[in-house]
């Protein structure tokens, strides 16, 4: 690994010579002109920069470079490590990356700029959380089309964690927490060990210093008696081995700070009980061998029953292969000793990083399988406590998108099936902010409101007060939500309009009746519309502004509840729709149906329907003398029917001739009245001893009003009753 860089410009320049030196060691053959060009285009556009601990900003792309160096990463890899930052914090394009390097280090440096706009673990109520960690992980797997991509993300979290110590401490915290729930658990499904214990031990320090504070001291005051006895060991194995003339290398470790607290934890047990504090590492040329180096220390020393694992001949899901014993030394001392070969112990180390050895220049069918079986074993691995139907249904998720993640400007993730659009986005922030987009930037780039949004894309919703959802977008949004709100949106708005319309017929009806002095108030309005099936005042202006009821029709029925106030009242006209009034149009619902003036049909008297130009449907008696003239034009006769429960009073227009004396029209009030009629409006005029008396009453169907015309014509001085 490169040494620390020093801030001067010869030491930055040194450490890139010790860089370039790594890669020729680690990776012979790799294209050194690239890295280093990609060196100098980033330290150009660094060149003013600092970081927090006041180092030259280059220092961290370096160090970037350097960590994935050592996982002998390719060249591409490591040059677009060196321009990892360039994006975010240069005016460098992308256009001009993928100019001078390649449309894959091009590629690898936007997706790693993508994920360095969330704030995965976040602060406030958005963040994330231990629980919704997992959701994250699978989703920057799922967002990332090259894994290199995550490699360099895990790189500069790590380099970013080791000089934590130069931010502030709120953000030292939120780091470190997300670090500790998404970064350390990602690379650990990656199968890098290595990068992973770094991890979780910096970020362990940061959460929890206490603890942290404590395992260190107690594991530093038995450090030196370790060392030793780990040194004893190691040399005690090397002999034995190297008299079976079986090569290997041996290596001693503590247990890492992290994993020694959590053991702890679990198991409530002292820092002594630990069988893998202390760890032997055997590595060997061979399978067989590795064997045989069990063989051996287990021949002298007694192994734990029960701790011997053969991860070799069942790897790990990660891919994971050792052999693993714990033993007790004769000083009572328990030790572990893992065995493997030099390929199992990179991928140990490296995990998913140790499979990166192809060739730049497009990977074969082969190694391309082989990234896939990795990620499915990624996956595998997640869910290997789940049920099966979790199992797959994010085995789809990760290997066939159907979900995309997108972000707010902020950070915040928001997920959404596959080819939602910006608006369902907007509604998925909030409602108000779908009702007032107007538009949105796609990365920045102002982008048409259907465009499918991709996995990562950062979203920004334009708004503006007073905007309003549209019809139109009913069809290309995608998630249920959206499509409700605008809906939803969309009627109440029509509705309001319909409200609108349905208080101006009033109105207007009003005027022409009364010269616009009465004014209807919300009470009688009600009263009104409930024969039609409305409960509220707005209700039946709605259902005027629909053009299902009219306003003359709402008048005629207040007229009939009251004594009638009109001067010349005209009959006033019912109309019903199926289910709102008496008569029912076969197959329709909506169309407006009248009674026709001229003959007033009653329920029981048989009608025929009639499509008039623009005004619905008449209704006329069968015995009406117009409808001979008007069946001309048989394609526009309807069938009509009276509703089973067509026993709402109807108006009919009576004219009495009569002759003109006191109590008439007591007697005919009195002859109505009896017949359990009302009366809308009653009306005389006289001259020359006789008298015109025209009647509005609500008659609830033909016996009833035969029978108060044969009554009225009884009445003696009343010689004519004409229905109207
Ligand atoms: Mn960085």
């Known amino acids: 690994m490169a040494k620390a860089i020093t801030s001067s410009a010869d030491g930055v320049s040194a450490n890139f010579a010790a860089l370039a030196a790594r890669i020729a060691t680690l990776r012979p053959g790799a294209d050194q002109e ?42 591409t890899c490591i040059a677009a490590a060196l321009l990892h930052d360039a994006l975010e914090d240069t005016p460098a394009t992308q256009e001009q990356i993928a100019a001078e390097f390649g449309p894959v280090v091009a590629h690898l440096v936007a997706g790693v700029t993508k994920i360095d706009h969330l704030d995965l673990a976040g602060s406030g109520p958005d963040r994330p959380g231990a629980r919704q960690a997992e959701t994250v992980r699978k989703m920057l797997l799922a967002m990332v089309d090259d894994l290199r991509v995550i490699l360099i993300k895990l790189a500069d979290r790590l380099h970013n964690m080791r000089t934590l110590r130069h931010l502030p401490p709120p953000r030292q915290q939120a780091v470190a927490r997300e670090t ?37 001291s107690q594991v530093e005051s038995r450090r030196q008696v370790s060392e030793d006895f780990l040194h004893q060991v190691k040399a005690r194995i090397e002999a034995a081995l190297a008299d079976l003339q079986i090569p290997c290398r041996v290596e001693g470790r503590i247990k890492r700070f992290y994993s020694i607290w959590q053991k702890l934890r679990r198991q409530e047990s002292e820092i002594e009980q630990v069988y893998d504090l202390l760890a032997i590492r055997v590595i060997t040329g061979s399978v067989r061998d590795c064997y045989a180096a069990l063989g051996i220390i287990h021949n002298t020393w007694h192994p734990v029953p029960g701790r011997i694992k053969d991860f070799i001949a069942m790897p790990r899901p990660n891919g994971y292969q050792s052999l ?3 033993v007790i030394h004769e000083s009572g001392q328990p030790f572990e000793a893992q065995i493997r070969t030099e390929e199992m112990h990179r991928m140990a180390e490296d995990g998913i990083a140790a499979h990166w050895k192809y060739k730049d220049g497009g990977l074969t069918a082969e190694a391309e399988d082989e990234r896939i079986g990795w990620l499915r074993r990624v996956v595998e691995w997640q869910q290997e406590m789940r049920d099966p139907g979790e199992f797959l249904a994010t085995l789809k998720v990760d290997l066939h998108p159907e979900e995309v993640y997108a972000f707010t400007p902020k950070g915040k993730i928001i997920r959404l099936p596959r080819d939602a659009t910006p608006v369902d986005f907007a509604f998925a922030i909030h409602t108000e902010v779908g009702h007032h987009c107007v538009g949105a930037k796609l990365n920045g780039r102002m982008a048409p409101l259907r465009t499918p949004i991709q996995n990562g894309d950062i979203v920004e919703i334009l708004t503006q007060p007073g905007h309003a959802p549209s019809r139109d977008w009913l069809g290309f949004v995608k998630t249920a939500r959206a499509r409700q709100k605008i809906r939803h949106w969309v009627s109440a708005q029509e509705r309001a309009q319909a409200v609108d319309i349905g208080r101006r017929a009033l109105e207007r009806e009003a005027r022409k009746r009364d010269g616009g002095l009465r ?74 149906v009248y009674r026709a003036r001229c003959c007033h049909p009653l329920p029981g008297e048989p009608i025929v329907g009639y499509i008039t130009r623009g005004r619905g449907v008449a209704v006329h008696a069968e015995h009406c003398a117009n409808v001979q ?21 109807q108006p009919v227009r009576l004219r009495l001739h009569t002759d003109d004396r006191a109590g008439l029209l007591n007697a005919i009030t009195a002859v109505i009245s009896a017949s359990g009629a009302n009366i809308g409006h009653i009306a005389a005029r006289t001259g020359q001893g006789r008298a015109t008396i025209e009647v509005i009453l609500e008659a609830r169907d033909l016996p009833q009003l035969e029978g108060i015309q044969s009554g009225l014509k009884a009445i003696a001085g009343v010689h004519g009753v004409e229905r109207r």
Do not use: C
């Open 34 to 75: 690239l890295v280093a060009r990609a060196y100098a285009f980033s330290l150009q556009h660094h060149q003013n920069q600092r970081r927090r601990s006041g180092e030259a900003y280059i220092t961290h792309p370096l160090e970037v470079a350097a960590i994935l160096a050592e996982m002998r990463m390719d060249e």
């Open 180 to 216: 500790m729930e998404i970064y350390a658990p990602l690379a650990h499904r990656l199968g890098m060990g290595k990068v992973r214990g770094e991890l979780e031990d910096l970020a362990f320090s940061y959460l929890e210093p206490e603890a942290y504070a404590q395992v260190r």
């Open 324 to 326: 693993h014993t714990s």
């Open 519 to 592: 004014l209807l108030r919300d009470a009688d309005l009600a009263q009104a519309g409930t024969e039609y099936g409305y409960l509220q005042a707005e209700d039946v202006q709605a259902a005027i502004g629909y053009g299902k009821i009219s306003a003359r029709q709402i008048f005629g029925r207040l007229a009939g509840d009251r004594s009638g106030p009109a001067k010349t009242p005209r009959l006033p006209r019912p109309v019903g729709g199926e289910g709102a009034g008496p008569i029912l149009v076969r197959g329709f619902h909506d169309l407006m």
């Open 629 to 649: 003239n008007l069946m001309y034009q048989p394609d526009r006769r309807i069938d009509v029917a009276w509703a089973p429960h067509a026993d709402a009073p």
